[in-house]
Structures are given as structure tokens and as C-alpha cells.
């Protein structure tokens, strides 16, 4: 297909001044020759600038892609460091580069790629001091983060920037797409309409409590792999401006026949799933209600104030992530015990004390502790008092002591405060009963205490040859 820049770059001599060195046209071949990307398309990635959040399961492989076919300026962010466990999906980092920044190790990865191309590697976390000033600078945001915060805070930053986020999310066997804030405009002219942000999709975030991260949860490579594949792709399209993503001719001036005539999709991918691709169509944007991309007079009429600002907002509150007061950090402190009292007095006291591990079954199935019991923590999320029951029934009755141990020391202590609350309800229990002359239990009450750290610290602090994943 000839365009102008075609056009432009064409002469009779080789030594004309070409909008691409002799070695990208080569390398870009058989895209170029693909109707409607052309010279064109292939020099729109080569000037524009993109931000990949996240150097993991999903940005590893939308870098590779977005650094393979050409995008000129890749800026990736990731505050955290290579591990093994990484290894199994995020392509991009190696076994020699464990320890090394994520950013980094992506960086280098995609330069080997292809050199000619600019990659920025950014060891810090996006927040609301720098989200604005890094979204901004940028021309289309891939969100390939998996925490909820973070997803408020690149919507909302891309929103007031007016920039498109190509959105994914992947989670054990299940992944998402969505392109947020999407533009619905005619080349050169200012978009007249948009899709929805991630408020407009999500207007209240989820409780922490459930939500389940990819370290907790599992997750596939191969799906991380699709969908940062998948992210990739829209990318490529929004830049080039190709598919859906091309310049329309027949939209209308109304935002409402623009969403009827082009609505917009969020994919759903599940290769369980007898069918393993679905398309969801998506509202239109919250114009009346959502703080983020919502109409200032609609909002103001509502009661609701715009979000101008990301530092005057509290994500951390907005998210239910607020820490718990120092004083009930302090008061906690009974409820623990370290690996080290739990090898040194727990396993040697067998008839008394018990170990529990709250993990879900199929973890208990990889690795655990010499005589600890399965109860895992969503059984007792359902049903405390029953959970408290059955543990009882299958523990010795000589049993006074239970610690609670998970992978990392976290749902052990949600586990133990629900026990011990419906350890003392029993007790209240039994003393009304006593009260009204019943004979009295022959139990005594169990005390529960939580193994700091969990199988983690256990493995490094205790014994090193526990496997950790
Ligand atoms: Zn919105």
C-alpha cells in the first residue's frame, strides 16, 4: 500500500534520505507488506512512545512483542527483582538474572531483541507521585500489573492525561482484555467520545480479602502468555491504527450512536472453558457517576467530586488496604509464635500441642510439616464454629495447644482469630449450659497461636531444605 511517507521516502537514488535504516526494512518486512500497516504503520510504532507497567507474567511477553515489531520508545516499570519463581512465565528474565532488577532484566532482554529500538528500564513503582508525569509522557499505557491499587491509580492518571490503557489480567486458569478510556475519533480531530475507565468498569474496589494474587492464587504461563500477547496486539493496532482501531468515517457527532455503532469488548479468555474465548460488550462510560472519566456538571448534580489530583486521593484507603492501628499490632503479639518455638517445643510435645496448616489442599499436597492436620482456611472462612468442630474430633483430646501455619503467615492469622473467637463462644457457651445444670464438657479450651512468617520463614530460618515455591 503507498502512502505518503511512502511516497516521500521513494527516489531514484540510494542515497535519498529513508525514513528507515536498510536493516529495519528488511526486519519489518512482512508486516509492512500487510495491507493497511504499510510503510505508515511501521513508522507510527517507530515514533511512538509506550509504558509498560508491570515486568511479570503479562508485560514480559507484551514487551517482547511490542519490542520485535518495532515500537520505537518502550518505558517498563517494575519495582521488584528477578526470582526463580518467576521463571515459569515471565519469559523474558533467566535463571543468571535472578537477583537482578525485574525492569532491568526485561530491558535487556527486549535490546537483545532488537536494537533498534529505545528501552527504558524504571526500578521503582508507579504511585500517585509519578503516575501522572510517566503516563503523560507516553502515548498508550499497558497495564500488566496484578494489584488492584495500581489499576485505580494507571486509569485514573491515563484519564486525566487523556491516553488509552490497553488493560490485561491473569489469574490462575483465567484471563481478561479490556482497552480503558478508549478513543472514538477521526485521525486529527479530537476524540468525541471514549469507552469506559477501569472506575467506570469496577466503580468500588473489591475487599482485599477477595482478591487473590497470582502468588497466592496460581496461574498458567501459557495464559499470562496469551493475554500479554493479546495486550500486544491492541497496542500495536491503536498505534498503527489498524482494525477497530482505525479511522472511522461514519461516526456520528452523538456519543451515544458512537457506542451503539462501534461498542467496544472486553475479552474473557479460559482454555479450560469448552469455549475458551468469549466477548463481553461493554457499557458505555459512567458519564453521571464515575469520579474519574464522569461529566464535572453530572457529577457536581450527584453529589460527586472529579478526581483532578492522584495525591489528594487515598487509593490505599479507597482499596480497604488501610494498615491496622500500632495498637492492635501490639495486642496481636500474643497470637504469635516464631518457627523457631515451634521446632523447639511444639514437635517435642506432640500430646498436647498440634500443628494445623491452613493451606488449601492441593499446597498441602507439595509440601508439609511431619504430623501436621489440613484445615484449610476457606473451610473455616465458611464456617468457623463447624471447622473448630471437626478439629476438635480429630485431634487427641489431650490436645491444648493448636499453631496455625500457612505459606507465608498470612490467612494462619485470620484463621487463628476466627478460631479463637469461635473457641470462646463455645466456652460462653458451655458456662450457660453449666449454669442451667448440664453436665459440663470434659474438654479444655484449645489455645490457637500463629506461626509467624509461615512455611517461608520455616524454610530459611529453621530448615533449609523445606522447599518454598
Ligand atoms: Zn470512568
Same mark, same amino acid.
Given at each position: ?30 508486516? !509492512?507488506?500487510?495491507?493497511? /500497516? ?29 519490542? #520485535? ?63 501522572? #508525569? ?17 489499576? +485505580? ?76 500477547? !493479546? ?34 469488548? !472486553? ?96 499446597? /498441602? ?11 484449610? +482456611? ?5 464456617? #468457623? ?62 489455645? /490457637? ?16 531444605? /523445606?522447599?518454598?515455591?
Amino acid at each position: 500500500m503507498t502512502t505518503d511517507e511512502g511516497e516521500d521516502a521513494a527516489g531514484p537514488s540510494s542515497l535519498e534520505q529513508r525514513p528507515l535504516s536498510l536493516g529495519e526494512y528488511k526486519r519489518y518486512g512482512r508486516q !509492512m507488506i500487510l495491507p493497511d /500497516f504499510g510503510l505508515g504503520g511501521q513508522l507510527r510504532l517507530k515514533q511512538a512512545k509506550v509504558l509498560i507497567v508491570g515486568a511479570g507474567g503479562l508485560g514480559c511477553p507484551a514487551l517482547q512483542y511490542l519490542a #520485535a515489531a518495532g515500537v520505537g520508545h518502550i518505558t517498563i516499570v517494575d519495582a521488584d527483582v528477578v526470582e526463580t519463581s518467576n521463571l515459569a512465565r515471565q519469559i523474558l528474565h533467566t535463571d543468571s538474572r535472578v537477583g537482578m532488577p525485574k525492569a532491568q532484566s526485561a530491558a535487556t532482554a527486549a535490546r537483545q531483541l532488537n536494537p533498534h529500538i529505545n528501552v527504558v528500564p524504571l526500578c521503582e513503582s508507579l504511585s500517585a507521585d509519578n503516575a501522572q #508525569a510517566l503516563v503523560g509522557a507516553h502515548d498508550v499505557v499497558l497495564d500488566c500489573t496484578d494489584n488492584v491499587l495500581t489499576r +485505580y491509580l494507571i486509569s485514573d492518571a491515563a484519564v486525566l492525561c487523556g491516553k488509552q490503557v490497553v488493560s490485561g489480567a491473569a489469574q490462575g486458569f483465567s484471563g481478561q482484555l479490556v482497552v480503558l478510556h478508549k478513543k472514538l475519533s477521526r485521525e486529527g480531530r479530537e476524540p468525541i467520545a471514549r469507552g469506559p475507565c477501569y472506575r467506570c468498569l469496577y466503580p468500588r474496589a473489591p475487599r482485599p480479602e477477595d482478591v487473590t494474587d497470582c502468588e497466592d492464587g496460581g496461574v498458567l504461563g501459557g495464559v499470562t502468555g496469551l493475554v500479554g500477547t !493479546m495486550q500486544a496486539l491492541e497496542t500495536v493496532k491503536l498505534l498503527a491504527r489498524i482494525g477497530d482501531a482505525a479511522d472511522g468515517d461514519d461516526f456520528d457527532t452523538d456519543e451515544k450512536n458512537i457506542s451503539d455503532a462501534a461498542p467496544l469488548y !472486553m475479552t474473557l479468555i479460559n482454555p479450560l472453558d469448552p469455549v475458551p474465548y468469549r466477548s463481553v460488550k461493554l457499557r458505555p462510560r459512567r458519564a453521571a457517576t464515575c469520579r474519574s472519566c464522569g461529566d464535572g456538571d453530572l457529577l457536581l448534580a450527584a453529589g460527586l467530586s472529579k478526581i483532578r489530583d492522584l495525591q489528594s486521593e487515598d487509593y490505599v484507603s479507597f482499596c480497604g488496604l488501610a494498615k491496622p492501628s500500632s495498637g492492635g499490632q501490639f495486642e496481636d503479639q500474643e497470637a504469635h509464635i516464631s518457627v523457631q518455638t515451634l521446632q523447639e517445643s511444639w514437635q517435642k510435645d506432640g500430646a498436647t500441642h498440634a500443628i494445623v496448616d491452613v493451606r488449601p489442599p492441593v499446597e /498441602f499436597e507439595i509440601a508439609r510439616l511431619p504430623g501436621s492436620h489440613s484445615v484449610p +482456611y476457606q473451610n473455616l472462612r465458611r464456617n #468457623a464454629p463447624l471447622a473448630l468442630e471437626k478439629l476438635r474430633d480429630s485431634l487427641p483430646e489431650t490436645t491444648t495447644h493448636v499453631a496455625l501455619l500457612c505459606r507465608r503467615g498470612n490467612d494462619s492469622l485470620l484463621a487463628q482469630r476466627l478460631l479463637s473467637s469461635a473457641s470462646s463462644e463455645q466456652e460462653e457457651r458451655q458456662d450457660q449450659q453449666q449454669s442451667h445444670k448440664d453436665p459440663p464438657s470434659s474438654r479444655s479450651p484449645i489455645v /490457637f497461636k500463629n506461626v509467624r512468617g509461615g512455611l517461608r520463614a520455616w524454610s530459611s530460618d529453621v530448615d533449609v531444605a /523445606f522447599p518454598t515455591y
